[in-house]
């Protein structure tokens, strides 16, 4: 194994110590050390280091009856960085801004026009949302298949699309842009505190005005090679597109059993071929099913499959595609700030 020089060494600890605070809030000198397992000088140099890049700063002390250093609580400087993440609808524009530790900074939403000149559209949406604060990185989920290459984006089926949305985008702003599948960002928030929260593998069903699914596997969102895995969508039952076998009409006039049954055939293409362990029901339908929905689609699959497959209700409260957008426009601020992640071996 590779052992790591000096300045490896400091980037490793130094993350670790941002990664502590981030999820824990403020802690002292003696806590760092304590959770990190470092010397009381490396801890120290870390302090340091860390103050004079802007990256930590005092924000009171521990205890009323303690004084000194040892009792200085350091946090983040939150307002280092800031992100947007998008959720492009066919109907509306949804916006939220966070700061650098995920503090909410400001949200809105608007009606799409009939004919929106979409880049436009959405670099007014975010730098209104934004008040003059400088983004460091934007994060915009959109129906369609988006190329991990190349970005291009096809299928977006919506007014005013344009398959270049992602270069578009990135002219009009000096901020990071990456252009993502609305579904792979829903699974981003269930995987990261919904459903899927401590499971490496999963699919999440999509069932809304669209329909899709998105694949998780070792812990990795799966695209494909063309942006199209988990497009279930496009499958075909009885010469019927999947897509209209669960539509909003398609659910209205159905029982609970009957609307189980379809959505199971399109659940068993994800089991038969992924047997992702588990399968998570979103969107207005899937997660307006509840847990009598995903009783009746999990016993569904347990007779058509060996694989055992639990099937859950999306548990994320609001909007999850916008909710998935921040998580990874702050994943992306987080690793140009704070650097990299430094895998090991």
């Not at 994320?316 to 998935?324: E, I, K, M, S, T």
Request: proline share 5%; glycine share 14%; charged share 20%.
């Amino acid at each position: 194994m590779k052992t790591a020089d000096p300045t490896m060494a400091r980037a490793i600890n130094d993350r670790l110590a941002l990664d502590l605070l981030l999820e824990r809030g403020p802690l002292t000198a003696p806590q760092l050390r304590a959770l990190t397992g470092l010397s009381r000088p490396t801890v120290s140099d870390l302090v340091e280091r860390l103050r004079a890049d802007g990256l930590i700063e005092v924000t009171g002390e521990a205890g009323a009856d303690r004084r000194g250093p040892n009792a200085r609580l350091y946090g983040l400087v939150a307002g280092r960085a800031h992100v947007a993440g998008v959720d492009l609808r066919r109907d509306a524009l949804h916006v939220a801004v966070a700061d650098l530790a995920g503090n909410p900074a400001g949200v809105s939403s608007r009606p799409l026009p009939d004919d929106p000149d979409l880049p436009a559209l959405i670099g007014e949406a975010v730098a209104g949302t934004a008040g003059g604060i400088d983004l460091h990185a934007v994060v915009v989920g959109t129906p369609g298949l988006i190329h991990p290459g190349t970005g291009l984006v096809t299928d977006g089926d919506m007014p005013g699309w344009r398959p270049d949305l992602l270069q578009a985008l990135r002219d009009r702003t000096t901020a990071r842009v990456v252009v993502e599948n609305e579904v792979n960002l829903a699974a981003v928030a269930e995987h990261r505190d919904g459903a899927a929260a401590g499971h490496d593998d999963f699919a999440l069903l999509w069932l809304d005005d669209g329909v899709g699914a998105a694949i998780v596997l070792d812990g990795r969102l799966r695209r494909g090679a063309s942006g199209g895995a988990g497009e279930v969508g496009m499958l075909r039952f009885g010469g019927t597109g999947f897509c209209d076998l669960v539509d909003l009409a398609s659910a209205g006039e159905l029982d609970a059993e009957a609307f189980a049954d379809r959505v199971a055939e399109g659940a068993f293409a994800l089991v038969a071929v992924l047997d992702p362990g588990l399968v998570v029901l979103g969107g207005v339908l899937g997660r307006g099913g509840g847990d009598r929905l995903a009783g009746l689609v999990g016993a569904r699959l347990a007779a058509l499959s060996p694989a055992a497959t639990v099937v859950r209700p999306a548990a994320y409260d609001g909007d999850a595609v916008l909710h998935g957008a921040v998580l990874t426009a702050l994943d992306l601020a987080r690793a140009d700030v704070f650097g990299r992640p430094v895998a090991a071996g």
